[in-house]
């Protein structure tokens, strides 16, 4: 059977892009920019996606498109006999199914706010009232399973229609639209009466509220922020890379990737920003800002329910760009792994994805006694840090390793596959950077994240 290809540079860069173009761009990212001095978070933010960020998703690009194969194979295809690197396959693997068992229901969320806003059934409600829904919608195993179940389908058969005809196709329309819808919304923000306050506290660097937080706690912050954005080390874009051809090299499509990434986060802070300001609200709220503070700002603003719309429908693109990205990487390890054909991989996924989606769902409501990080925790909170905290950083440090020392596929074939073609080279000097300094860095961010 033939390996499917992209049919489209620009496919190419707008699946990656959607793949990094998540929920945590459009919350996680102002909510942090506010907490750590505003400008000077954003410039540690891109100098630490241009020194790891990228290098590791040119490594990511490299395994994929020199195997042809997705994470599960890519390894096996390109290590030398008898080494153990294609365990990590299997790692990434199960990343993409952890990711996807939260993921798939936050994305509910969104669409059930955007269906909320588009019938109007936030108008005339107070701040309690909203709140409450909310919580209604969390204490409703019913409203959360069909959501999220509505998710999983439409992503399964869309992958199920081919990779140019069904995922890459509809990714185009949808990118066009996120980006069209973002541009709009941030002008809204931006020409709101006390707007500009927002914006002051968002884009002029800080270093009064920067100490005050504390240097080393921004500086790591901003690592965290900007290596975690990139959906690197399960695999999700080395599938990609798989799938292109040798026209280009891999250091300047990733720029394009990370550009695009950052464009969606720092929009969406001139969203968010000036709207809390005008509204006299706190931008530092998290999760609660998205679903329980912005619906009451939409309601007393003029059109505020079309706005509202907007925003939710933008905000479900955001995340279901990202599954429709990871929902290929799994039928295409299935389609590998078990010789499926992609309906069989697609329909196999459709159940087990369900499945496995449903204790997060639970985990708000009949199960929410079990809390397993500690007093109100949930299970979403544990499927996250098993993927953030554990698999995207030792994945990606597998990755790393194996691009640069000679125990894996080595740094001669990866600088070799990453040059091949036309545009930005990886230098040679990198070398020494990538060998040691950097795999410091990311070992750092475990141990970071797990005593945080």
Not at 219 to 241: C, E, P, R
Not at 246 to 253: F, N
């Amino acid at each position: 059977m033939e390996r499917e290809k992209l049919g489209s540079r620009m496919g190419f860069i707008l699946l990656s892009a959607g793949c990094a173009i998540g929920i945590g761009n459009v919350w996680r990212f102002p909510y942090i920019t506010g907490l750590y001095g505003g400008g000077m978070f954003v410039l540690l933010y891109l100098f630490f996606l241009v020194a790891m960020g990228v290098p590791v998703m040119t490594m990511e690009f490299a395994v994929g498109r020199a195997s042809r194969k997705s994470i599960v194979k890519s390894f096996t295809e390109l290590e030398k006999p008898g080494q153990k690197w294609h365990l990590n396959g299997y790692l990434g693997m199960a990343g993409n199914y952890i990711l996807m068992m939260f993921y798939t229901t936050v994305a509910g969320w969104m669409l059930y706010y955007f269906y909320q806003m588009l019938t109007g059934k936030f108008t005339g409600k107070d701040t309690q009232q909203v709140a409450g829904m909310f919580q209604e919608m969390l204490d409703s195993p019913l409203v959360l399973v069909v959501v999220m179940v509505i998710i999983v389908a439409v992503g399964i058969l869309l992958c199920s229609l081919g990779l140019q005809k069904g995922v890459e196709r509809i990714t185009k329309i949808m990118m066009a639209m996120l980006l069209l819808i973002i541009v709009i919304l941030a002008v809204r923000g931006m020409t709101l009466e006390g707007g500009m306050e927002g914006l002051k506290f968002y884009l002029l660097p800080d270093v009064g509220r920067m100490k005050e937080v504390g240097i080393m706690e921004t500086v790591t912050a901003a690592m965290n922020q900007a290596f975690f954005t990139l959906s690197l080390g399960i695999g999700a874009m080395a599938i990609f890379g798989s799938y292109i051809d040798k026209k280009r090299t891999l250091l300047g499509e990733s720029l394009n990737i990370a550009v695009l990434d950052t464009f969606v986060a720092i929009v969406s802070g001139l969203i968010i920003f000036p709207t809390c300001f005008a509204f006299e609200i706190s931008p530092d709220m998290g999760p609660k800002l998205i679903f329980i503070t912005l619906p009451n700002v939409f309601n007393h603003m003029a059109a505020g329910r079309i706005w509202g719309t907007l925003f939710f429908l933008f905000m479900t693109f955001a995340a279901f760009s990202t599954i429709l990205a990871v929902f290929e990487n799994i039928i295409c390890c299935g389609m590998e792994l078990f010789h499926w054909s992609r309906k069989k991989s697609c329909l196999m996924n459709l159940v087990i994805l369900i499945v496995l989606s449903l204790p997060c769902v639970f985990g708000f409501n009949l199960w929410s006694g079990i809390q397993p990080m500690g007093a109100d925790s949930t299970i979403l909170d544990l499927e996250d840090f098993i993927v953030s905290n554990v698999i995207l950083p030792i994945g990606s440090l597998c990755y790393l390793l194996f691009c640069v020392t000679r125990y894996g596929w080595g740094f001669d074939n990866y600088i070799k596959e990453a040059n091949t073609g036309d545009g930005l080279k990886v230098p040679k000097w990198i070398r020494i950077y990538v060998t040691f300094v950097l795999p410091v860095l990311l070992i750092f961010l475990i141990v970071q994240g797990w005593i945080g």
